[in-house]
């Protein structure tokens, strides 16, 4: 197998759940094959550079092998090749997004199950005073 759609080797590599949804990732310019935006049909070769953005993570990755069929998770996996500064990078964001959850974790929190015994308990003892 030489060529793939780029839109099938994404299904078929388990970026994307169908295809349509590959697809509309394309089209919404979430993938770009050497730095550039593409087309679904566009056809991909061996070596070429992927960035993919997923969410909040962006990936880029190496074609190793071409398929067009949807395999099993670990032989998908064998299809392409993660750069090191690509997982870096998604390790850092991650740090830093548990750390923008931790920072807002204030005061605004609901009460917990024990906390809110408290509240009604101190309630009742000083309504009852």
């Known amino acids: ?3 793939v759609r780029i839109d099938k080797w994404l299904w078929a590599a388990r970026f994307f759940k169908t295809r349509a949804l590959a697809k509309a990732a394309i089209e919404g310019g979430k993938v770009h094959w050497n730095g550039q935006r593409v ?7 061996v070596g070429c550079s ?3 953005r997923q969410g909040f993570d962006e990936k880029t990755v190496e074609v190793v092998k071409l ?6 998770a670990p032989e998908a996996q064998l299809l ?20 923008m959850r931790a920072a807002d974790a204030g005061p605004h929190q609901r009460p ?15 309504l009852n005073d």
């Open 67 to 72: 398929n067009d069929q949807r395999r099993p």
């Open 1 to 3: 197998m030489e060529r």
């Open 39 to 45: 087309k679904p049909a566009k056809e991909i070769l």
């Open 112 to 126: 917990t199950k024990k906390q809110r015994r408290h509240i009604i308990q101190f309630k009742q003892d000083h």
């Open 50 to 52: 992927l960035r993919i």
């Open 80 to 99: 392409y090749k993660e750069t090191d500064a690509s997982v870096e990078q998604r390790a850092q964001n991650a740090a830093q997004r548990r750390a």
